[in-house]
């Protein structure tokens, strides 16, 4: 195939990227799918302990973060879950519904992408991966790009190279410089879905790692009921990494350590068993650590039969809003997503494309587009990435 002849170039062979090249190949588009990396689709293999939540059957789109929250809501509407969950039960793969509607595959996450590269195949698209772009540019109407020495055009260029998180795996920011590069805005980036690192002053947290318990975490109007997890760090488990993408740094979480009680249930405790231990009464609904832990903050000691009851509404007041002040996150390294990205205003809801530079588009990851933990943003990729390529 000579240099000129691509209808679309891809870059970035992860979700949005596949599904981008599968959706415009076989519409009989020449498409060619670039990616640095030697395989296609690293962050889907790792997903879900390596068996990849595929999606989630809740997707709507305000469980997604941007600065304008409609914007993911035409892309989402015309591919839904139901739609990927028809591909994958086309291509023989099991699969089952853990909690909170997250899809797993029964096997592994390599059968995602053997089935995303089989509909690749199936739309005659050219791959070139473990080749490296050199430079991208734009004249008479077409895309330049240089990989590995040697010049490809296409009219359309799609930029699928995901966000900054876990740099390990070939992350960077590359996106954002061609997006920038061709004047369209970037939102400042930032890690989401990542653990919260603690403070000195809250090592007593920190020597409790390996410690879990169902909590519901706060931060402002949103709240989210999931296990809690401390590390030697801080705070991790599916309830810290959602609340972290709308956290805000220098500011407290809230956390309710037992979300099934209620208001006054230490006082009802006290009447009910008066010669048990405060102590004792956390423990028995906590981790013994983790209850020993809060008891010492909380400074209660002795029997509660003991104790004033406005020292006990107290206590179970802290127990229901505990503030914790992280002092930052464990940054890309270890976070699952990055938030911000190419601004959606600079976009076409519908197609992907850029407003102002004919036959740019810009899915996935890299887009200012974030969603929950759980699926969610495999399914903004799936979305988005059909999006642009019935578009091109």
Not at 295 to 312: H, I, P, T
Not at 325 to 354: C, D, F, H, I
Request: net charge positive.
């Amino acid at each position: 195939m000579s240099a000129a002849n691509y209808d679309a170039i891809i870059l970035g062979a992860g979700a949005a990227g596949l599904m981008a090249a599968l959706t415009a190949g076989q519409r009989g588009r020449r498409v060619l799918l670039v990616d640095h990396a030697d395989e296609p689709g690293k962050k889907i293999l790792i997903s879900g302990g390596g068996r990849c939540n595929f999606t989630n059957i809740h997707t709507a789109a305000d469980r997604y973060i941007s600065d304008n929250p409609h914007f993911a809501r035409s892309a989402l509407a015309r591919y839904t879950p139901a739609d990927f969950i028809a591909m994958v039960n086309r291509h023989g793969i099991a699969w089952h519904e853990k909690t909170l509607g997250q899809l797993f595959c029964d096997g592994s996450a390599r059968q995602i992408v053997d089935m995303l590269m089989a509909e690749c195949r199936d739309g005659g698209v050219t791959f070139a991966f473990g080749q490296s772009v050199s430079t991208v540019d734009h004249a008479d109407g077409l895309y330049r790009v240089t990989i590995d020495g040697r010049g490809h055009h296409a009219p359309a260029l799609i930029l699928a190279t995901g966000g900054l998180s876990i740099p390990k795996m070939g992350a960077t920011g590359f996106a954002f410089e061609i997006a920038r590069k061709f004047g369209l805005q970037v939102v400042q980036t930032r890690p989401a879905l990542v653990p919260f690192t603690l403070g000195e002053d809250e090592a007593l947290f920190r020597s409790l790692s390996g410690v879990s318990t169902d909590v519901v975490t706060h931060w402002g109007k949103t709240a989210f009921r999931e296990a809690a997890l401390f590390t030697h760090k801080g705070l991790s488990g599916p309830a810290m990494l959602q609340i972290s993408s709308y956290w805000q740094h220098r500011t407290p979480i809230a956390v309710n350590f037992l979300p099934e009680e209620g208001a006054d249930w230490l006082v009802e405790e006290k009447r009910n068993r008066p010669r048990a231990a405060f102590r004792s009464a956390l423990a028995r609904r906590l981790p013994e650590r983790l209850a020993e832990a809060l008891g010492s903050r909380l400074g209660l000691e002795g029997e509660l039969s003991g104790m004033k009851d406005a020292d006990l509404r107290k206590a179970q007041q802290q127990l229901a809003r505990w503030p914790f002040n992280p002092n930052g996150t464990e940054g890309y390294a270890k976070a699952e997503v990055t938030a911000g990205g190419v601004s959606t205003r600079a976009l076409n809801q519908k197609t992907m494309a850029a407003a102002k530079v004919p036959g740019l588009y810009a899915i996935g990851e890299a887009v200012d587009v974030t969603g929950w933990l759980g699926g969610y943003n495999f399914q903004w990729a799936w979305a988005s990435g059909r999006a642009a390529g019935e578009a091109v």
